[in-house]
């Protein structure tokens, strides 16, 4: 075993170049035996086991900076930087992040996990590291996939104009989660074919010129022919055309080939350059390689067959998906847009039902968020389908292009609250905080199936402006669940699940079960209590609010979610003052950044599972 002697990237460099190959075999095996127990993100590690290989045994890492983008591909990176044998904690509630952590190792430049950050990161690094008069090369790893996203051209534009050193690995695996979609991935295929066109004129023009009569005329005849599709297949013009010297296309597979260009590249000290090599997803697992969607966050499966584990469960995103689907094969209004996410967000199905009206528009959340604006003025019905922790980056178009004009654009939310594993940068902790307090937002947050069912079918016909609905990841039990039907809803109306005068909890969503855990921990200890789904975080209902507030001792609120500026804080400050001394405290995550963990173990951690909750309760009670 070779990976054995790797402590760290000098064990790397020592070796000889003819056993990467097998060095890059058995960092395979091992990301495999981990991430089948783990889950992670498999399809796209698998596909950078070379180049990061390649990377730590040109360049002079930690000194030399590499960037990855979103970081969901650096797995080998940790086990060769150090962290073979923590690797195998990835992932696990207090084990190493499956994520680059700058507190966890100095090869992990900066903390990742949303795309499209890599070009501005490495370009601040290195006008950075000019200004301080330091001399190491940054190398930011950047996706076809990340490539879609609005920051890497606003990165690019900058770059280009410089003259910073700076090396841009352009890692195109055609494939963002699903195929990669747009105008800059379909100009990245035409590069590739440009370039065994180019493969092909190259040897027609040797061959050519190897007749020794008629050579020469013949040649400059067909180089003139040739020329005249100049424009259409050179490899990487646009790059070129911005300012950013291109390289490639390149197998990313062949290690001294990566080696090779990736030494030549580090020699010019001047002026960004982009190396541009092609990868396979999933590459040497066979099911990944076949299914790279499936694969590209998985979680725990059994390697022989790719089989995961786990009961039938219906999740939430299905649900959802699911009940769009089926409501607009009878309204033709409704659009569903996903920011390349549609396997996570379940609208797989829309696409197939209603092709023409779903769209993929790339990682580009901003761009999704002021397009369904648009698209309410032609009376349509735009659904956008984002995760809690991706709408973070379209804060300004929730505000300035649909908030302030009242377009009723329909929001799903989906990962809302803590999501696991993923960590930090993951969980869907602020969206409450952010939405509640955009003027005109209607904001729902259903606990079950059938309440989210029933708001999306509500929110298909509220045309009186924008309306999110939250919900979890996870799921619910499919049995007799039915989408070919629904109950009406009605906004701004709480429900009250259990009956207490010593105690209510207002709560909502995947925090309604743990109530009912409190509630039952508590009745052994002779004290009653009313749950309160709430269901609408904005508008609050205040009358239904009070109205509890006055029969009961004392109460709580409880979401997934921040304190600050959340649903329990907005609504302890809209009741009437004098009931507001009767709310105990707020529940919910603290001003901390959220590690990985399971679910269960970060609520235990943050005091806000139904033991510590029960626990504070009965020592204030007292
Ligand atoms: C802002 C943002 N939106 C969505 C995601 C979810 N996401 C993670 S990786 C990924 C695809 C990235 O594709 P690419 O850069 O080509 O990398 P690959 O996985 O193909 O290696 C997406 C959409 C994210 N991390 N950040």
Redesign the pocket.
Same mark, same amino acid.
């Given at each position: 075993m070779i990976l054995e002697k790797i402590n760290d990237v000098r064990d790397l460099r020592k070796l000889p170049i003819g056993e990467l190959e097998k060095l890059a075999h058995e960092v395979r095996e091992y990301i495999l035996e981990v991430i089948s127990k783990n889950g992670g993100?498999l399809?796209?590690s698998l596909?950078?086991v070379e180049l990061t290989i390649a990377l730590h045994y040109v360049f002079n890492t930690p000194r030399d900076m590499i960037i990855w983008?979103?970081g969901?591909?650096c797995y080998a990176h940790k086990i060769l930087t150090g962290r073979r044998e923590a690797f195998r904690s990835i992932r696990q509630y207090g084990g190493i992040s499956g994520f680059p952590k700058s507190h966890e190792s100095e090869f992990d430049a900066f903390d990742t996990?949303? @795309? @499209?950050t890599s070009l501005s990161l490495a370009c601040g690094a290195a006008v950075g590291r000019d200004l301080t008069r330091k001399k190491h090369k940054v190398i930011a790893v950047?996706?076809?996939? @990340?490539?879609t996203?609005g920051m890497a051209f606003e990165a690019i534009n900058q770059i280009g104009q410089m003259e910073t050193d700076l090396i841009i690995i352009l890692?195109?695996?055609e494939? @963002?989660?699903n195929e990669?979609v747009g105008a800059m991935s379909k100009y990245l295929t035409r590069i590739i074919t440009g370039s065994m066109y180019n493969r092909i004129r190259r040897k027609s023009m040797d061959l050519i010129k190897g007749i020794p009569r008629f050579g020469s005329a013949l040649f400059n005849f067909i180089y003139r022919f040739f020329e005249s599709f100049k424009k259409m297949i050179i490899p990487g013009q646009l790059f070129e055309d911005m300012g950013v010297r291109y390289f490639g296309p390149v197998d990313g597979h062949d290690i001294s080939l990566l080696i090779g260009i990736l030494e030549r590249v580090k020699q010019i000290n001047y002026g960004p350059k982009i190396i541009h090599i092609l990868?396979k997803?999933g590459k040497g697992y066979l099911p990944a390689e076949m299914n790279?969607a499936r694969f590209?966050?998985i979680g725990p499966f059994d390697r022989a067959t790719g089989i995961t584990g786990g009961g039938a469960v219906l999740s939430y995103s299905e649900i959802a998906g699911k009940t769009l689907a089926h409501l607009a094969t009878r309204d033709k209004t409704i659009i569903a847009i996903t920011?390349?996410?549609k396997l996570?967000t379940g609208l797989y199905e829309f696409e197939n039902k209603s092709p023409e009206r779903f769209f993929d528009v790339g990682?580009a959340?901003q761009h999704a968020i002021t397009f369904a604006g648009a698209l309410t003025k032609s009376g349509l019905k735009p659904f956008v389908s984002i995760?809690s922790?991706?709408l973070q980056?379209a804060v300004d178009q929730l505000i300035h292009d649909v908030g302030i004009m009242n377009l009723p654009i329909r929001l799903l939310i989906d990962r809302a609250g803590a999501v696991g594993q993923d960590g930090e940068t993951h969980h869907g902790l602020f969206d409450i905080a952010i939405i509640k307090n955009i003027p005109n937002f209607m904001l729902l947050a259903p606990s079950t199936g059938e309440e989210l069912r029933d708001m999306i079918c509500f929110a298909a016909g509220h045309e009186h402006g924008p309306v999110a609905i939250r919900y979890p990841r996870g799921g619910v039990n499919p049995a007799g669940f039915r989408f070919d039907t629904h109950r009406p809803f009605t906004p701004g109306k709480i429900k009250r699940l259990t009956a207490g005068r010593n105690l209510a909890i207002f709560t909502f969503g995947d925090m309604v079960p743990i109530a009912r855990q409190v509630r039952t921990l508590l009745l052994k200890r002779g004290i009653s209590t009313s749950i309160i789904n709430m269901l609408t975080i904005k508008p609050l209902d205040i009358r239904g609010i009070e109205r509890v507030l006055k029969n009961v001792k004392c109460a709580i609120t409880l979401e997934n979610g921040v304190v600050a500026g959340g649903a329990g804080e907005y609504l302890l400050l809209s009741i009437r003052p004098e009931l507001r001394r009767k709310i105990l405290f707020c529940a919910g995550f603290p001003d901390r950044f959220v590690p990985h963990g399971s679910n269960e173990q970060l609520l235990r951690k943050f005091g806000i599972d139904a033991e510590s909750l029960a626990q504070r309760l009965l020592s204030l009670m007292k």
């Amino acid at each position: 075993m070779i990976l054995e002697k790797i402590n760290d990237v000098r064990d790397l460099r020592k070796l000889p170049i003819g056993e990467l190959e097998k060095l890059a075999h058995e960092v395979r095996e091992y990301i495999l035996e981990v991430i089948s127990k783990n889950g992670g993100h498999l399809a796209s590690s698998l596909g950078v086991v070379e180049l990061t290989i390649a990377l730590h045994y040109v360049f002079n890492t930690p000194r030399d900076m590499i960037i990855w983008d979103v970081g969901h591909q650096c797995y080998a990176h940790k086990i060769l930087t150090g962290r073979r044998e923590a690797f195998r904690s990835i992932r696990q509630y207090g084990g190493i992040s499956g994520f680059p952590k700058s507190h966890e190792s100095e090869f992990d430049a900066f903390d990742t996990g949303h @795309s @499209s950050t890599s070009l501005s990161l490495a370009c601040g690094a290195a006008v950075g590291r000019d200004l301080t008069r330091k001399k190491h090369k940054v190398i930011a790893v950047i996706g076809d996939g @990340s490539l879609t996203g609005g920051m890497a051209f606003e990165a690019i534009n900058q770059i280009g104009q410089m003259e910073t050193d700076l090396i841009i690995i352009l890692n195109d695996n055609e494939h @963002s989660i699903n195929e990669n979609v747009g105008a800059m991935s379909k100009y990245l295929t035409r590069i590739i074919t440009g370039s065994m066109y180019n493969r092909i004129r190259r040897k027609s023009m040797d061959l050519i010129k190897g007749i020794p009569r008629f050579g020469s005329a013949l040649f400059n005849f067909i180089y003139r022919f040739f020329e005249s599709f100049k424009k259409m297949i050179i490899p990487g013009q646009l790059f070129e055309d911005m300012g950013v010297r291109y390289f490639g296309p390149v197998d990313g597979h062949d290690i001294s080939l990566l080696i090779g260009i990736l030494e030549r590249v580090k020699q010019i000290n001047y002026g960004p350059k982009i190396i541009h090599i092609l990868t396979k997803k999933g590459k040497g697992y066979l099911p990944a390689e076949m299914n790279p969607a499936r694969f590209h966050g998985i979680g725990p499966f059994d390697r022989a067959t790719g089989i995961t584990g786990g009961g039938a469960v219906l999740s939430y995103s299905e649900i959802a998906g699911k009940t769009l689907a089926h409501l607009a094969t009878r309204d033709k209004t409704i659009i569903a847009i996903t920011a390349a996410m549609k396997l996570g967000t379940g609208l797989y199905e829309f696409e197939n039902k209603s092709p023409e009206r779903f769209f993929d528009v790339g990682i580009a959340e901003q761009h999704a968020i002021t397009f369904a604006g648009a698209l309410t003025k032609s009376g349509l019905k735009p659904f956008v389908s984002i995760y809690s922790t991706f709408l973070q980056r379209a804060v300004d178009q929730l505000i300035h292009d649909v908030g302030i004009m009242n377009l009723p654009i329909r929001l799903l939310i989906d990962r809302a609250g803590a999501v696991g594993q993923d960590g930090e940068t993951h969980h869907g902790l602020f969206d409450i905080a952010i939405i509640k307090n955009i003027p005109n937002f209607m904001l729902l947050a259903p606990s079950t199936g059938e309440e989210l069912r029933d708001m999306i079918c509500f929110a298909a016909g509220h045309e009186h402006g924008p309306v999110a609905i939250r919900y979890p990841r996870g799921g619910v039990n499919p049995a007799g669940f039915r989408f070919d039907t629904h109950r009406p809803f009605t906004p701004g109306k709480i429900k009250r699940l259990t009956a207490g005068r010593n105690l209510a909890i207002f709560t909502f969503g995947d925090m309604v079960p743990i109530a009912r855990q409190v509630r039952t921990l508590l009745l052994k200890r002779g004290i009653s209590t009313s749950i309160i789904n709430m269901l609408t975080i904005k508008p609050l209902d205040i009358r239904g609010i009070e109205r509890v507030l006055k029969n009961v001792k004392c109460a709580i609120t409880l979401e997934n979610g921040v304190v600050a500026g959340g649903a329990g804080e907005y609504l302890l400050l809209s009741i009437r003052p004098e009931l507001r001394r009767k709310i105990l405290f707020c529940a919910g995550f603290p001003d901390r950044f959220v590690p990985h963990g399971s679910n269960e173990q970060l609520l235990r951690k943050f005091g806000i599972d139904a033991e510590s909750l029960a626990q504070r309760l009965l020592s204030l009670m007292k």
